[in-house]
């Protein structure tokens, strides 16, 4: 199944190309970028990301996108949907996911982006539920989170079951969204 194409007043969200593996790579290996994922990645790790990323796409038929501004850029990060990989309270379920460039931080791309990915979610995949969680000191994303009208119920934070316990990461805040009415 060829993955869609959203594209918002700003931004495009497009399926993945060879030509953005080199900057998927920078932006994995950037310290500010991954300062709430477990470790920064190296070129190979993140070309087998990138793999993931395509294989989630061909097999469900959505994922996370590649971002683009068109005209200014041509890769400026990823956002979209992927199903959880890991068993918790909430699972099976839907994420809604972003990694952006450090230089486009703070301008509204994530929420921009995330926008239009939730309206697929809702309106194409007719899904009735998406999360997204991460670290609570994370708060650049909790911020689009509670900008998408995502809300947490802090009795079902969670202990990343893919970290080791006692790792600084481990605890997570549980976001969720449901289908509008």
Same mark, same amino acid.
């Given at each position: &199944? ?5 594209? /918002? ?11 953005? $593996? ?13 300062? *709430?994922?477990?470790? &920064?990645?190296? =070129?190979?790790? #993140?070309?087998?990301?990138? %793999? ?9 038929? *959505?994922? =996370? ?27 099976? +379920? !839907?994420?809604?996911?972003? =990694?952006? %460039? ?8 994530? /929420?921009?982006? %995330?926008?239009?990915?939730?309206? *697929? ?12 969680? /991460? ?5 650049? #994303?909790? =911020? !689009?989170?509670?900008?998408?009208? &995502? ?11 893919? $970290? ?12 969720? +969204?449901?289908?509008?009415?």
């Amino acid at each position: &199944m060829k993955p869609a194409t959203l594209q /918002t007043s700003r931004l495009l969200l497009r399926p993945w190309r060879d030509a953005d $593996l080199p900057d998927f790579a920078a932006l994995n290996a950037d310290p500010r970028v991954m300062e *709430f994922m477990p470790a &920064m990645l190296t =070129r190979a790790e #993140s070309d087998s990301a990138a %793999a993931a990323l395509r294989d989630h796409f061909a097999r469900h038929g *959505f994922g =996370r996108w590649a971002v683009e501004i068109p005209g200014i850029s041509d890769f400026i990060g990823f956002v979209g949907l992927h199903h959880v990989a890991f068993t918790a309270p909430f699972t099976p +379920c !839907v994420e809604i996911a972003w =990694r952006l %460039a450090a230089p486009h931080w703070g301008q509204g791309y994530a /929420t921009e982006a %995330a926008q239009a990915a939730l309206a *697929f979610a809702f309106e194409t995949l007719q899904l009735d539920e998406v999360v997204a969680f /991460t670290v609570p000191t994370n708060t650049r #994303s909790r =911020r !689009v989170m509670e900008r998408l009208g &995502m809300t947490r119920n802090p009795g079902e934070d969670f202990e990343h079951p893919k $970290l080791p316990p006692g790792h600084p990461l481990r605890h997570h805040v549980l976001y969720r +969204c449901t289908r509008p009415a």
